[in-house]
């Protein structure tokens, strides 16, 4: 803003004598920029490079394309070239699409367009292996975050070359592998790039293999976040895992959960429920791992609520927690007094009493999240009172309450929404 009030900018003003309005072009570039940056892509492109030369020229500013996401869809090929034409400082892109309709005309464009792009999900079925390699090459000294998507309906060749590209990206931090991977990596080729990677996502890999485990094997020694696959990993998968020193966040199953025992740095886990875990095993597993102690950040999806109570207990240090589909929250809650936030979404077993009696078990709590929960019918204005009473900074998110009440012999309900309540406010 302080662009927009400097004294060397000079607003031509040109008023109407009927309405006394000003002109819309004669407001100042850096601030059409401005109001530019509010609306949409195809707004942008469709829209307002056609109204006049002066706007069309406000395309090329660099600020308005900083926050920016450029979609390609077939049905909008022509949008999607000329954007990349006109948008230097374009940051994030995304080719996901399972086919291309003007392969030729899509490529040039973007091996034209800008460089710096720093943010790309590209689908590897969409073009050829030696497509995507000039693809991925083009961005490969500034991209810090890659989603890359592979299908089993293709053929391997579209990983070729694969690990090299990857291997060249200097500035990558963050990578995200989702659909099938079935392929080799050679180690040898990662070991020769400069590879430097910190958060590593490969929760959503479809195939039951360990192909990605020559690529953990390269970047362990940086990683801080690791996502691993939602179902059980092979033995080599966790030696690698245990051997993550930097790591501070990881997200896996219950069955892989003692791959963390030499994880001292690790501050966030996320676990998920997997069939065929033995309770009792895991129990004397959570009791003696020394690791929860050093928690700050846990959630907790689906996890049977005797060991989802013994979890909570055994982290004394915890200052987030969130509980999916968790059926005994209200015992977790009264063992985790150093709580900052919590979200629960449970949309059976959670009641208001549950939520009335936090001040007295987490004096500390600055921010509570139940969206989902109480099957979607929001707290009473009432209890968010009682609640923001005893703990006054605290912050509640949650939906509209709903009323049901009673009408007639035959059992009817109303549904009446109380629209005045913003769970969010000092008011409420």
Not at 146 to 171: F, P, V
Not at 309 to 314: N, Y
Not at 366 to 380: A, E, Q, Y
Request: proline fraction near 4%; glycine fraction near 4%.
């Amino acid at each position: 803003m302080n662009v927009l009030c400097s004294e060397s900018m000079k607003i031509e003003e040109e008023v109407s004598d009927d309405s006394g309005t000003a002109a819309v072009h004669s407001l100042p570039t850096e601030l059409l920029v401005l109001i530019f940056s509010w609306l949409s892509v195809e707004d942008l492109a469709l829209n307002v490079s056609k109204v006049c030369q002066r706007w069309k020229d406000s395309l090329y500013f660099r600020t308005l394309w900083c926050d920016k996401e450029l979609i390609y869809e077939n049905s909008r090929e022509d949008l999607f070239i000329f954007v990349l034409s006109v948008a230097p400082a374009l940051k994030q892109l995304s080719l996901n699409p399972l086919f291309c309709g003007d392969p030729a005309a899509i490529v040039n464009a973007i091996c034209k367009g800008p460089k710096d792009i720093r943010k790309v999900h590209y689908n590897l079925s969409l073009f050829p292996a030696a497509v995507a390699s000039r693809i991925l090459g083009h961005y490969k000294k500034y991209v810090c975050e890659l989603h890359l998507e592979g299908y089993a309906n293709k053929h391997s060749s579209i990983y070729r070359n694969l690990d090299a590209e990857l291997g060249q990206m200097s500035q990558l931090r963050s990578l995200k592998l989702s659909g099938y991977f079935d392929t080799k990596w050679d180690k040898k080729v990662l070991e020769r790039g400069c590879l430097n990677l910190h958060h590593l996502d490969v929760s959503l890999i479809q195939d039951e293999s360990d192909s990605y485990k020559p690529f953990l094997d390269n970047v362990k020694s940086h990683l801080k976040t690791l996502k691993l696959p939602q179902f059980k990993s092979n033995v080599g998968v966790l030696e690698l895992v245990s051997s993550c020193t930097e790591l501070k966040e990881i997200t896996l199953c219950l069955d892989d959960l003692r791959c963390i025992s030499t994880l001292q740095s690790l501050e966030s886990l996320h676990i998920r429920w997997s069939d065929g875990v033995l309770k009792s095993k895991m129990n004397r597993f959570v009791r003696d791992c020394p690791v929860f102690g050093n928690l700050k950040e846990l959630t907790l999806f689906y996890i049977p609520g005797l060991l989802a109570t013994a979890i909570a207990k055994q982290c004394n240090k915890l200052e987030t927690l969130n509980l999916h589909g968790i059926t005994s929250c209200a015992n977790i809650i009264k063992s985790v007094p150093s709580l900052q936030k919590l979200c629960i979404v449970d949309r059976l077993s959670l009641r208001m009493r549950h939520i009335q009696k936090l001040p007295r078990y987490i004096p500390n709590l600055r921010h509570l999240n139940v969206l989902g929960s109480f099957l979607n019918k929001g707290i009473p204005p009432k209890i968010i009172s009682q609640l923001k009473q005893e703990l006054p900074e605290l912050v509640i998110s949650s939906e509209p309450f709903v009323r049901y009440t009673k009408r007639g012999n035959k059992g009817y309900f109303t549904k009446c929404t109380d629209s005045s309540t913003d769970c969010s406010s000092d008011e409420a």
